[in-house]
C-alpha cells in the first residue's frame, strides 16, 4: 500500500535540507517491499511505541515497521501553472502524490536570501496555493469545454458533471482550494477523475531556527502559520529542518536524549510521518510473534479479509476467520497467555472493521 506526500515550497525555505533528513533515515532495502527506490523518493519507517513494547514482550529475530513514502517536489516560481521554470514538472510530480507537504521560512538569517527579497510565510503559502489553483481551474475550464454541449441536451450525467465542474470553477477563479469546498457525495466522485491539486490534503511545515523550535509560539512567523492553517482546518507543525537533518544522522538513543535536552518529545520529521499517515486515513495492525513483529499499513474501513489480502492474496481467497486481540490487552495482562486465559481474544469474521492497534492472527485455507 504505498501512498506519497509530496514536499513542496519555494527556493531556500528549507525543502531539500528536510527532504535530506528523510532520505538519511531512510529504512534499510530489505525492510521495504521495493527493489528500486527513485532518487527523490524518500521511505522512511513509521514510529510507533508500541512495536517496542511488542519487542520488550516477544523478543522477536526480526522486527519490521511500517513506512510511509516522501517525494522531493521540485521548486516553484511564480507562472508554474504557465510552464515557468520547472512548472510543468512541478505540477505533474504533485499529480502523483496523495498528500501535500508544504515547507515555509519562519526565520530571518541575512545569509540566506529569500527568493521574493523578504521572509513571510504567508505570502509564500499564497504564492504557491494560487499556482496550483491556477492550474486546477484550467484543467476544470478544459474540461468544461468538452460537456458543455452535451449538458445542454440534458444528458443526465453530462448536467450532473457540468454542475460539479461549475462550483469548482467559482471557487478556482477566487483563488479558494476545493478541498474547503462543502462537497456532495456526487461532487466527491466526479472529483476522483481529475486529480485536482487543490484538493490533495496539506500539512504547512513552518522552518524555523534551533534556538527558537522549543518554543514555536514565540516565533509570530510560525503563529501566522498556524492561524492561516487553523482556518483552513490543515495542520500546522513546527520544525528545524537543519537540526532535523543533524538527528537523522544519530542512533535512537543518542536522537532522544539530544531532544530531552531541548524539551521536546519527538522529533519535527517523526511528527510529520506520524500527521501524513493519519491525514490519508491510514492505520495499522500487527502480527507479532518470536520469529518476527511486524506492523502493517491498512485504510480506515477494510474488513478483515482485505487487511488479510495485504499480507498474501491466498490470505483473502481463502479466508476463514481473525483471531484478535487488542495492543491495551496486551498491555494490560502483559503476555498472550495471560490475555488468551482472562478472554480477551477475539476470533471475527468477514465484516469485522478493523481497528487501528488490532494484532491479528489469520486463518485461512485454499
Given amino acids: 500500500m504505498s501512498l506519497t506526500a509530496g514536499i513542496v ?16 533515515s531512510q529504512v534499510l532495502a530489505e525492510n521495504y517491499p521495493f527493489a528500486t ?26 522486527t519490521i515497521y511500517t513506512t510511509f513514502e516522501f517525494t522531493d517536489i521540485a521548486g516553484l516560481v ?3 501553472s504557465k510552464g515557468e521554470g520547472l512548472g510543468n ?25 529569500h527568493v521574493e527579497g523578504s ?15 491556477l492550474a486546477d481551474l484550467d484543467s476544470v475550464q478544459n474540461r468544461i469545454s468538452k460537456i458543455v454541449k452535451k449538458a445542454q441536451t440534458k444528458d443526465k450525467d453530462a448536467v450532473k458533471e457540468m454542475n460539479t465542474l461549475s462550483k469548482f470553477e467559482k471557487a478556482l477563479e477566487e483563488g479558494k482550494a476545493v478541498r474547503n469546498l462543502e462537497l456532495s457525495q456526487d461532487d466527491l466522485e466526479i472529483m476522483k477523475n481529475y486529480g485536482l491539486l487543490t484538493a490533495k490534503p496539506v500539512i504547512y511545515v513552518a522552518n524555523m531556527s534551533d534556538d527558537e523550535i522549543s518554543e514555536p509560539a514565540s516565533n509570530h512567523y510560525y503563529n501566522d502559520v498556524k492561524k492561516y492553517a487553523d482556518n483552513e482546518g490543515s495542520e500546522c507543525i513546527a520544525i528545524c529542518a537543519k537540526m532535523e537533518e543533524e538527528l537523522s544522522g544519530l ?3 543518542e536522537k532522544k536524549a539530544f531532544l530531552d535536552d531541548l524539551g521536546i ?21 500487527f502480527t507479532v510473534g518470536e520469529p518476527e513483529c511486524r506492523a502493517w ?21 481463502g479466508f476463514i476467520r481473525a483471531e484478535i486481540y487488542g495492543y491495551e490487552d496486551l498491555m494490560q495482562y502483559g503476555s498472550e497467555k495471560a490475555l488468551k486465559d482472562a478472554g480477551k481474544l477475539r476470533v471475527e469474521g468477514k465484516e469485522y472493521l478493523m481497528q487501528d492497534g488490532d494484532v491479528v492472527f489469520f486463518r485461512f485455507n485454499v
Fill in 9 to 24: 515550497g519555494l527556493p531556500n525555505v528549507g525543502k531539500s535540507t528536510l527532504f535530506n533528513a528523510i532520505t538519511n
Fill in 37 to 62: 527506490i527513485n532518487p527523490n523518493v524518500g521511505v522512511v519507517e513509521v514510529p510507533d511505541h508500541r512495536m517496542e513494547d511488542f519487542v520488550k514482550i516477544f523478543n522477536p529475530k526480526k
Fill in 78 to 80: 511564480k507562472g508554474a
Fill in 89 to 113: 514538472q512541478f505540477l505533474g510530480n504533485i499529480r502523483q502524490t496523495d498528500a501535500i507537504i508544504h515547507v515555509v521560512r519562519c526565520f530571518d538569517d541575512s545569509n540566506i536570501e
Fill in 119 to 133: 521572509v513571510d510565510p504567508v505570502r509564500d503559502i499564497e504564492e504557491i496555493n494560487l499556482e496550483l489553483a
Fill in 251 to 253: 542512533e535512537k538513543d
Fill in 265 to 285: 518529545e519527538q522529533s519535527g520529521l517523526d511528527q510529520i510521518i506520524r500527521a501524513a499517515y493519519h491525514l490519508l486515513g491510514l492505520r495499522t495492525f
Fill in 297 to 317: 499499513t491498512f485504510h480506515d474501513g477494510m474488513k478483515a479479509p482485505q487487511c488479510a489480502g495485504i499480507i498474501h492474496t491466498d490470505f483473502e481467497k
